[in-house]
């Protein structure tokens, strides 16, 4: 986050009963709302020192709140509000930091707080850290947190060849999510296998879990052995893809936005139903998460007028997405682990040999706490 | 789900390239496009026997997919497309309950699968459920899990005051969402509190985490000890008040759907954001998750010239949340474990005594793994 700056002798503040406003004297101007100020009251009786929590309801303060005055000593202004004589003070620093007509409206799971990628970003290497270094170092956790935010996923190298130790990967930066599959999933060839995932079928570009709401945010992947012939793993970004989409047919990227379709999974102690779209987008149509599994998409129930549209967009989409400059491909040796962050990244994986031995073990995690995580690193 | 019955000796089936057309002979037609029959198609060069998953691409399909020939024999049709000369066979029943043209468009989450409720609604009793009958009797589970579904929450006694005990209710149906708060977390008076629900004070209507993405689907919170004055819970349903502000304004719904704002935790190990709106509807418009907790909205940050239109639509519906006619309130007893729906069920409490112990236990769970089990043991 940047560190606003304020120079006290050149700004100049002013206020009328519905309105502050602040110049700051460098071309940049807060006009902030009484009932805002209010709302966001700093003092003891508005919050909760300790946890910061507001302790006031809207329904609290009075309908035709406003200001009635307004002092400014050095960096703070105190301000009174009338009807209800409520007095609160506010630093300059704060109010810069928070005033709603300087900052951007942060969406971190937005396109736009990305580094959407092709393959060709990735031409020299891709982003890895190393497991040891990892644990060990606030700065390579940063890293590798950082590379997981931008580009959706990072490689971690020299992960012990432990059974479950995916499950400790994990608890450095968040909390596993169980599924029905278990806390963590075997990858490997398995007879009368209740999901493709489980045989030596290659699997095309696909996020997992669709037909779970909520998805799981973050898949991770650790190869223990790996002797076949084949079992390449390809990642891709979907985001970037959708975006392509959105150059080349505007209508095709909206129609994925606004149909929903049924994704489902069923075995013999599951049933698991979704309804979503494909796309989803923020309140300024930017991209914030995928959801695309060709296998797992239920009977397409949609309106009859729209389901020639919607194949259109579908096929149009998961055309791009097999184009090969937006993907890159390598195989996972025993020791490493990837980890993606599944509302973005596809990842598919190639057929391999029924000789030898290919064993993954996975697990699912949110994205929620790898970013609580990066934040608080950030600020240490 | 309705059994569909067909009468083979009155329909007729009939084709073009592009649509299959079955009129069911009963008044109900069935208009299904080429792609879409190819795309479903049931043979096991198409769908895995086993996982019932989809083993083609939509781009495998040819562009220019159509019916070659349809022949019907007693319930099974058989169809050839081209120009790929692939042949399928559906069952008639098959297709009458996957049909888009007759069947519902699913959506387990939205209202209109919901019953929505007030105060009146459980004028003699709340739901409830022993939960030995729980662990016990498929019956009892399905009926407590139906409640859940339809009214949003359950109330299951005799829950035995062991310490943890609220995961293992969680283990009858789905799966733990561990937090930072931890897999459980305990509700009693702590001094320094990070978080107003660990203090003694009142709190309003609110669902919890809403700076969580995803948000936990459900809480459970189970009663150890209680000999406080006060301390009543109180539930609401979040989705009837919403539907409530659509009647009274239409234009405050519309603003809580399209506004989306900022939610934030922060302590020394945590700092979770997110941007979401108040309301998320679905295609239809209908209601499919609430967020709202007064304490933990961060800092305000729309657009200048929406501030004052937020703030008369988030007032309104937070006047609506404190009508007493939308509440139910009771005290929590030893033994009792309420569970309800955190994407629509708002709680609160009473402030309660210093005097005497108020001990709960509180944990976190999915809707999706409490979807599934319902629908399971509906199927059995």
Same mark, same amino acid.
């Given at each position: 986050?940047?560190?606003?700056?304020i *120079?006290?002798e050149v700004?100049?503040?002013?206020?009328?009963?519905?309105?502050l406003?602040i110049?700051?004297?460098?071309?940049?101007k807060s006009?902030?709302?009484?009932?805002?100020?209010?709302d966001?009251c700093q003092?003891?009786?508005?919050?909760?020192?300790?946890?910061?929590?507001? +302790?006031?309801?809207?329904?609290d303060i009075?309908?035709?709140i406003?200001?009635?005055?307004?002092?400014?000593?050095n960096?703070? !202004?105190? %301000?009174?509000?009338?009807p209800?004589?409520?007095?609160?003070?506010?630093?300059?620093?704060?109010?810069l930091?928070?005033?709603?007509?300087l900052?951007?409206?942060a969406d971190?799971?937005?396109?736009t707080?990305?580094k959407?990628?092709?393959?060709?970003?990735f031409?020299?290497? !891709?982003?890895?850290?190393h497991?040891? #270094?990892f644990?060990?170092?606030?700065?390579s956790?940063?890293?590798a +947190?950082q590379?997981?935010?931008?580009? =959706?996923?990072? %490689?971690l190298?020299?992960v012990?060849?432990?059974e479950?130790?995916?499950?400790?990967?994990?608890?450095q930066f968040?909390?596993?999510?169980?599924t029905? /599959?278990?806390?963590?999933?075997e990858?490997?060839?398995?007879?009368? &296998?209740?999901?493709l995932a489980?045989?030596?079928?290659?699997? =095309?570009?696909?996020?997992?879990?669709?037909y779970?709401?909520?998805?799981p =945010?973050?898949q991770?992947?650790?190869?223990? $052995?790996?002797?076949?012939?084949?079992?390449?793993?390809?990642?891709?970004d979907?985001?970037? &893809? *959708?975006?392509i989409l959105r150059d080349e047919n505007? $209508?095709?990227?909206e129609?994925?936005?606004q149909q929903?379709i049924?994704y489902?999974?069923?075995?013999a102690n599951?049933? !698991?139903?979704?309804?979503?779209?494909?796309?989803?987008?923020?309140?300024?149509?930017?991209?914030?998460?995928?959801?695309?599994?060709?296998?797992?998409i239920?009977?397409l129930?949609?309106?009859?007028?729209?389901?020639t549209?919607?194949? &259109?967009?579908?096929?149009?989409?998961?055309?791009?997405?097999?184009?090969e400059?937006? $993907?890159?491909?390598?195989?996972l040796n025993?020791?490493?682990?990837?980890?993606?962050?599944?509302? #973005?990244?596809?990842? *598919?994986?190639r057929?391999y040999?029924? =000789?030898?031995?290919?064993?993954?073990q996975? &697990? /699912?995690?949110?994205?929620?706490?790898l970013?609580?995580?990066?934040?608080t690193?950030?600020?240490?």
């Amino acid at each position: 986050m940047p560190v606003n700056t304020i *120079a006290i002798e050149v700004l100049n503040v002013s206020f009328t009963e519905n309105q502050l406003t602040i110049d700051w004297g460098d071309g940049r101007k807060s006009q902030l709302a009484a009932i805002w100020l209010r709302d966001h009251c700093q003092m003891p009786e508005s919050r909760d020192p300790i946890s910061g929590q507001r +302790l006031l309801n809207i329904t609290d303060i009075p309908n035709d709140i406003h200001i009635a005055h307004v002092e400014q000593n050095n960096d703070m !202004l105190t %301000i009174d509000f009338a009807p209800e004589s409520h007095q609160s003070e506010f630093s300059l620093c704060w109010l810069l930091d928070n005033c709603y007509c300087l900052n951007r409206q942060a969406d971190d799971r937005s396109e736009t707080g990305k580094k959407l990628w092709l393959k060709s970003t990735f031409a020299t290497q !891709l982003p890895r850290c190393h497991y040891h #270094r990892f644990c060990d170092s606030a700065d390579s956790k940063r890293f590798a +947190l950082q590379s997981f935010k931008d580009f =959706g996923f990072v %490689i971690l190298d020299d992960v012990p060849c432990h059974e479950g130790e995916v499950l400790n990967v994990i608890k450095q930066f968040g909390f596993v999510r169980e599924t029905n /599959y278990g806390p963590l999933f075997e990858v490997r060839t398995k007879v009368d &296998a209740n999901n493709l995932a489980f045989t030596n079928l290659g699997l =095309g570009c696909h996020l997992d879990n669709p037909y779970r709401d909520p998805v799981p =945010g973050i898949q991770l992947l650790h190869c223990l $052995q790996s002797s076949t012939t084949g079992g390449e793993s390809i990642l891709q970004d979907g985001f970037m &893809a *959708a975006s392509i989409l959105r150059d080349e047919n505007p $209508q095709h990227f909206e129609t994925l936005c606004q149909q929903w379709i049924n994704y489902r999974f069923q075995d013999a102690n599951t049933d !698991l139903h979704s309804r979503v779209p494909m796309f989803e987008v923020n309140e300024k149509n930017e991209i914030i998460k995928v959801r695309y599994n060709n296998r797992s998409i239920g009977s397409l129930n949609i309106d009859p007028d729209q389901v020639t549209k919607f194949y &259109a967009a579908y096929r149009h989409y998961a055309q791009i997405i097999e184009r090969e400059s937006l $993907q890159v491909m390598f195989k996972l040796n025993p020791g490493e682990l990837m980890m993606f962050d599944n509302t #973005r990244i596809m990842h *598919a994986r190639r057929a391999y040999s029924k =000789g030898g031995v290919r064993h993954l073990q996975g &697990a /699912y995690s949110d994205l929620d706490g790898l970013y609580s995580t990066l934040s608080t690193l950030k600020q240490h």
